[in-house]
């Protein structure tokens, strides 16, 4: 293979270890349109500066095509000695172009390359995972509208507490991945600087125009400070946060619909389409789908903790240490879009026991709260009329009965501003829908926080 592009001051070859060792390119070969696509801007850039000619520019930019067309067609060769893809990229031009590939390097260093390559990747991704999240909150969306009578019990402490409607459980959802949605475009902002141009670290001494570099390769900003750009990877952490915050969210949905799922809660069966049997017991079908996806979560979770230690107390400003960053980034924003797309395609195929999820509403005193409230609006102040209503939930216990169960006589006993009315008052349908106050499950408040979503939705920037 070809001599290394910085081997001048070295009078041994490097060990082969160390060239295992060091080689990043099994892992950034995946960069190389970005890696491309930025050497060509720069190559633009020299040329209208005048630090290269337009012929020189010419011939590199084609040079530069030819590569991107074999490495497409699977005719380039990788090979661990020449380190990462920029080198892979700058070696074979040579061979394509001869000396005049030597001029792409000048005013540029691999370390602004890389934060350039990386920042154009993120960019990428960040823009598909957006598009993901709203093909997500869509499903959503239209379960929501499609399941506006399915009322189930609404659960803290994983304890029975009070009926909700499916729909306004689901819309929780759609909240939690609109939260994620604006996180990732927000952190678009950080992502989309142009750190290219600061060369080593200190900038350069040819007159580049940074600007233009950036308007080509359409970025809205230049980095600022030179030393920050080769040093900065803030934007990737910034990314996995974010991406660890959906994949959470991806987890306590997954958790649900492992629980749910169950003989012990029968509220929901997952199609054969998405499910996988058992070898050796017949009768199983898994969740195994929800269950990788709350697996995963840890793994991006990892990547997170692996890029903010990797950059804990590095002095400024590019260290060897960053190449590390590849790895982890590239497999949780793999993992993330897998684990959207497959809920994207497995959550309308969900068939739903709305008859289990009734009947969960009508055990486990769900309408406690609710005969406390009856005897707030007949004039008990609250707090005795909980203590009232936990003394009939205590009698009840006894009597294996629930509240509503419980006679006209019986009722009366524990309070006189009890009547026949109480009954009615106390049915699913009646507590979910007084509850009216805003962002509260009755249908009404859930039907319009569907229509807001769907507008917003519209409107929505990618
Ligand atoms: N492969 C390196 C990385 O990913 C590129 C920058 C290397 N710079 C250097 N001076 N060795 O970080």
């Known amino acids: 293979m070809s001599e290394k592009p910085w081997d001048g001051r070295f009078s041994q070859k490097t060990d082969k270890l160390v060239e295992a060792f060091t080689s990043s390119i099994q892992i950034d070969k995946r960069l190389y349109a970005y890696d491309i696509e930025g050497s060509m801007a720069h190559c633009k850039m020299l040329a209208k500066s005048g630090i290269i000619t337009g012929d020189d520019a010419s011939s590199l930019i084609s040079g530069l095509e030819k590569i991107k067309t074999e490495i497409e067609a699977d005719q380039f060769r990788f090979d661990d000695s020449l380190e990462d893809i920029h080198m892979h990229i700058e070696d074979r031009l040579f061979q394509i172009t001869g000396t005049v590939a030597r001029k792409l390097h000048t005013a540029r260093s691999r370390n602004d390359q890389v934060a350039l390559d990386i920042r154009m990747y993120l960019r990428t991704e960040t823009l598909i995972i957006t598009s993901h999240l709203a093909e997500l909150r869509k499903v959503f969306l239209a379960l929501a509208k499609k399941y506006m009578d399915v009322t189930l019990p609404g659960y803290t402490h994983l304890q029975r507490a009070q009926p909700v409607l499916l729909s306004h459980h689901l ?48 970025f809205p900003r230049v980095s600022v400070n030179s030393i920050d750009s080769v040093s900065d990877r803030d934007f990737i952490i910034e990314f996995l946060s974010s991406a660890s915050l959906c994949m959470m969210h991806l987890s306590r949905i997954s958790e649900e619909l492992i629980l749910w799922s169950s003989s012990e809660f029968a509220f929901i069966e997952l199609s054969d389409a998405f499910s996988t049997g058992s070898s050796i017991m017949p009768q199983k079908k898994n969740p195994d789908v929800p269950e990788l996806t709350r697996g995963k979560t840890g793994s991006v979770f990892g990547s997170l903790i692996s890029l903010l230690t990797m950059m804990k107390s590095l002095p400024l400003s590019y260290n060897r240490d960053m190449q590390e960053d590849k790895k982890p980034l590239f497999e949780a924003a793999d993992t993330l879009k897998a684990c959207i797309e497959i809920y994207i395609n497995m959550l309308p195929t969900i068939t739903i026991n709305s008859e289990s999820m009734r009947q969960a509403t009508s055990a486990g005193f769900l309408n406690a709260t ?93």
């Open 370 to 462: 609710d005969m406390a409230d009856y005897l707030v609006t007949r004039g008990m102040p609250f707090r005795e009329a909980h203590s009232c209503v936990g003394k009939m939930v205590s009698y009840a216990l006894d009597k294996k009965k629930e509240l509503h169960e419980l006679g006209i006589e019986e009722l009366q006993s524990f309070s006189s501003l009890i009547e026949e009315e109480i009954f009615d008052f106390l049915t699913t349908e009646q507590m979910i829908s007084r509850r009216k106050s805003f962002g509260g499950t009755a249908a009404e408040n859930v039907m319009a926080a569907i229509e807001e979503a769907e507008k917003s939705l519209d409107k929505e920037d990618p």
């Open 171 to 218: 819309m929780a959802y759609y909240e939690m991945f609109s939260r994620d949605a604006d996180r990732f475009r927000d952190t678009l902002k950080r992502i989309n600087v142009m750190p290219l141009g600061s060369a080593a670290l200190a900038g350069t001494t040819y007159p580049i125009d940074r600007h233009y570099t950036a308007e080509l390769l359409g």
